[in-house]
């Protein structure tokens, strides 16, 4: 069983943070889908500092979506802890550092990615963070800067004895972005190198292949992104219902909590996006995808699904 500090989770999967999608909603959902605990999409420092209402939007959450962790990113160290110590007031469950993202918006300022390549600040970031809040503190690393400049291990070493209670790392470097394939070793030499729970991500695509990567370098759970999008049954071991009925029906439950949430009027592209992204590679999908994206709101868009409905039914 995964455990972090006092935490012990119902599953070892664990929803990866996307800057755009794991809000509320898919957070819930693949909660409910058995996800251990989920991560939410990356929050600046500066907005929680200066109470940017997107940045407080961000922040919503609703006990039976717990556990879950709010991710941070950011450079400076002071603006780091009083931020982190806002977003502990908002009482997740954990919080974790991003110095991962390789997003140049993000590490033009040295923060995300670029934190591995400047491990003093990372480490002051870090140390006083953990003496500040009293929630666990995870980070989320890459493999390093560049095949040349492999650090994973030092640099989770370094988070260890700053106070993290573990470590996610994603086993491609930041040169990489998302392309090319994960080096498995990396993982394998954070495990190796410190005693707290390590996380392994990057390309998992079904419960199976979690728990080969769990087996292959040690580490104690597995984070699971894109694979997740218009996919939140990854968390499985059945994964992803074969019949056109289930599928949609997981796709309105999703329709249903963005509703809840979410005004789903005013991000009414958002929604469509997110619809579609349950048919891709189905038969039929880009008729799907071109009705989806035809409906006017949100009632015309259910009822487009409703249709869907019946094409399942005359295919089955
Ligand atoms: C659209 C998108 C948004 C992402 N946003 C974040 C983020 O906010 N914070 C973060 O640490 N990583 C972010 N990532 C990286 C993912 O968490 C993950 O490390 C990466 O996608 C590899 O895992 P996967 O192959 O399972 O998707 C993002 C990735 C994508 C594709």
């Given at each position: 069983?995964?455990?972090?500090?006092?935490?012990?989770?119902?599953?070892?999967?664990?929803l990866?943070?996307?800057?755009?999608?794991?809000?509320?909603?898919?957070?819930?959902?693949?909660?409910?889908?058995?996800?251990?605990?989920?991560?939410?999409?990356?929050?600046?420092?500066?907005?929680?500092?200066?109470?940017?209402?997107?940045?407080?939007?961000?922040?919503?959450?609703?006990d039976?979506?717990?556990?879950?962790?709010?991710?941070?990113?950011?450079?400076?160290?002071?603006?780091?802890?009083?931020?982190?110590?806002?977003?502990?007031?908002?009482?997740?469950?954990?919080?974790?550092?991003?110095?991962?993202?390789?997003?140049?918006?993000?590490?033009?300022?040295?923060?995300?990615?670029a934190?591995?390549?400047?491990?003093?600040?990372?480490?002051?970031?870090?140390?006083?963070?953990?003496?500040?809040?009293?929630?666990?503190?995870?980070?989320?690393?890459?493999?390093?800067?560049?095949?040349?400049?492999?650090?994973?291990?030092?640099?989770?070493?370094?988070?260890?004895?700053?106070?993290?209670?573990?470590?996610?790392?994603?086993?491609?470097?930041?040169?990489?972005?998302?392309?090319?394939?994960?080096?498995?070793?990396?993982?394998?030499?954070?495990?190796?190198?410190v005693?707290?729970?390590?996380?392994?991500?990057?390309?998992?695509?079904?419960?199976?292949?979690?728990?080969?990567?769990?087996?292959?370098?040690?580490?104690?759970?597995?984070?699971?992104?894109?694979?997740?999008?218009g996919?939140?049954?990854?968390?499985?071991?059945?994964?992803?219902?074969?019949?056109?009925?289930?599928?949609?029906?997981?796709?309105?439950?999703?329709?249903?909590?963005i509703?809840?949430?979410?005004?789903?009027?005013?991000?009414?592209?958002?929604?469509?996006?997110?619809?579609?992204?349950?048919?891709?590679?189905l038969?039929?999908?880009?008729?799907?995808?071109?009705?989806?994206?035809?409906?006017?709101?949100?009632?015309?868009?259910?009822?487009?699904?409703?249709?869907?409905?019946?094409?399942?039914?005359?295919?089955e």
């Amino acid at each position: 069983m995964l455990r972090i500090a006092h935490l012990s989770f119902s599953s070892p999967l664990i929803l990866a943070p996307l800057a755009g999608y794991t809000d509320l909603p898919f957070r819930l959902l693949c909660r409910m889908h058995g996800a251990g605990y989920c991560v939410s999409e990356m929050i600046s420092c500066h907005g929680l500092v200066y109470q940017q209402e997107k940045t407080l939007e961000m922040l919503k959450s609703v006990d039976h979506e717990k556990p879950v962790s709010f991710q941070l990113f950011g450079a400076d160290p002071e603006t780091m802890v009083d931020a982190a110590e806002i977003l502990a007031s908002y009482k997740p469950d954990m919080i974790d550092v991003n110095m991962g993202c390789p997003v140049k918006k993000v590490t033009k300022n040295g923060a995300g990615a670029a934190l591995m390549t400047t491990p003093d600040i990372a480490e002051q970031i870090l140390t006083k963070i953990c003496a500040k809040v009293s929630l666990p503190v995870t980070v989320k690393i890459r493999a390093g800067k560049d095949s040349t400049h492999i650090n994973c291990a030092e640099f989770a070493k370094m988070a260890q004895f700053s106070g993290v209670s573990a470590i996610a790392i994603h086993g491609r470097t930041w040169a990489q972005g998302f392309s090319g394939t994960i080096e498995k070793e990396t993982i394998s030499a954070v495990k190796k190198a410190v005693s707290i729970p390590v996380i392994g991500n990057g390309d998992v695509h079904s419960f199976r292949q979690a728990q080969k990567l769990m087996a292959e370098t040690g580490c104690d759970g597995v984070m699971i992104g894109r694979a997740a999008l218009g996919n939140p049954w990854v968390f499985t071991p059945k994964g992803r219902p074969s019949t056109l009925g289930e599928i949609l029906s997981g796709a309105v439950t999703h329709l249903q909590l963005i509703e809840q949430h979410l005004p789903a009027e005013r991000i009414i592209g958002y929604v469509k996006s997110q619809m579609c992204s349950y048919f891709k590679g189905l038969p039929g999908s880009s008729r799907m995808r071109k009705e989806i994206f035809s409906a006017e709101n949100i009632v015309d868009l259910k009822h487009t699904m409703e249709t869907f409905e019946e094409f399942s039914n005359t295919n089955e």
